[in-house]
């Protein structure tokens, strides 16, 4: 275990000032009352971050959800394969969870047509009914919704689990006919915060994965800037972590609340565009919002520019088409290629491996390093924490809500402190929904 440099110092210094002129057989003993001296420290920092994990509210911004875990026979007060269920929020001591609302961005032909808004709405609607339900028939001992920030205290002063809401994609708003009347529905229905896209523009706003595919709308659809004062009236928190950064700028243009970004991480240390940039974070910061870093994969580390230049090299050289990859051409034979051809292109891909090779797995020191970095760019009041859990999260050391512990750890482990490590596991982010409540309630006096 590695332990930080300030751990070290004192026991160096110790050792220089009594065996600076010490024979070898002192400096032996020397060696071994250290290293004695690093298990006590280690075993006293574990026990010191578990009273801490104790002690704070610890919240997940972002766990989907799978509509078939709520009913009698499968529900999530059990034991099931799940990243989040009851039993590992209790192992993990995850004492709150944003519990998602999502719904994939259709690209069917009648996708932004009245059926295609249809079967998103209805999509929506059994999710909310689904947590809902999960609250107050299956697990109501366990669990408890809760609709404020005085709830979220309440509940988990009572020693239950917290849930809350959250809406990945406002497709299921609808066109303008419905959206508005139906950010308050949602509202209504629990929803704390709320993305207007997902990975494909909506009706509402861009997509970060317009960097690939090119954009609709050049940020925010004229439609989603009205949802967006909507959500503002109403108290849901806006959500940036899927949007394009051209819509995050001009939602920060609009907004008069503080926003979320509910599950990214920092794009100076990974290339992708679900990521936040250096000029995301100070405009978050200026906006008084929070960044909640995700322990997410491919958001966490990412292929070089190198290796992802050379594999470029070889799709553009080969004239590979996008369906095409290389675990596909080690498959076997693929159409257009002859064999000969597909060993050539193998062996090129086989050198950028050994050249550049793949990025190992995340972990929860990878995580951590994000944090680190949006603490030192943007400030510790600004900064959380999210896991993505059953929708693509989970890295080593943090695989499911039971091993939520490792995390604080990590954070103690690297010098943070108790009030600190209180922030970004709920602080900053029940700041957030806290002024986003008082700001609506402002606004709906002002009408
Ligand atoms: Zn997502």
Known sequence: MRLPLRHKLPIAILIGALFAS?????????????????????????????AIHQ????????????????GFSRNYSQNLDNQVTLPKMIAGGLDASFFIVYTGQSMDADAFEPAGYKRAYDNAISSFEGIHRMTTVLAPSQIEFARSVADVKRIYAKGKKVALIGVENAYPLGDEKFAIQRVKQFYERGARYMSLAHQGHSQL?????????GWKWNGLSPLGKQVVSEMNKWGIMVDVSHPSKESMMQTLAITKAPI????????????????????????????????QIVGFNSYLKTDSAERRAALKAIRDEFQLPNNVSAQGLRRGPVGGFSEEQRQVILKRFDDVDAKFPPPTRANVQDLVNHIDYAVKKIGIDHVGISSDFDGGGGIDGWNHAGETFNVTLELVRRGYTEEQIGKLWSGNLLRVMEAV?????DLQAQK
């Open 55 to 70: 002690r704070v509210l610890t919240l997940d911004t972002h766990n989907d959800i799978d509509i078939n875990n709520f």
């Open 22 to 50: 010490a024979s070898i057989t002192l400096a032996t003993t020397s060696y071994a009352s250290s290293a004695s001296g690093k298990t006590t420290s280690e075993a006293a920092l574990v026990s010191k971050a578990k």
């Open 437 to 441: 409540e008082k700001i609506a309630k």
């Open 260 to 291: 979320i970004a509910s599950h990214s991480s920092v794009r100076a240390l990974c290339d992708v565009s679900r990521n936040m940039d250096d000029e995301q974070l100070l405009a978050l910061k200026a906006n008084n919002g929070v960044i």
């Open 205 to 213: 706003s861009d997509s970060n994965t317009g960097e690939a595919i």
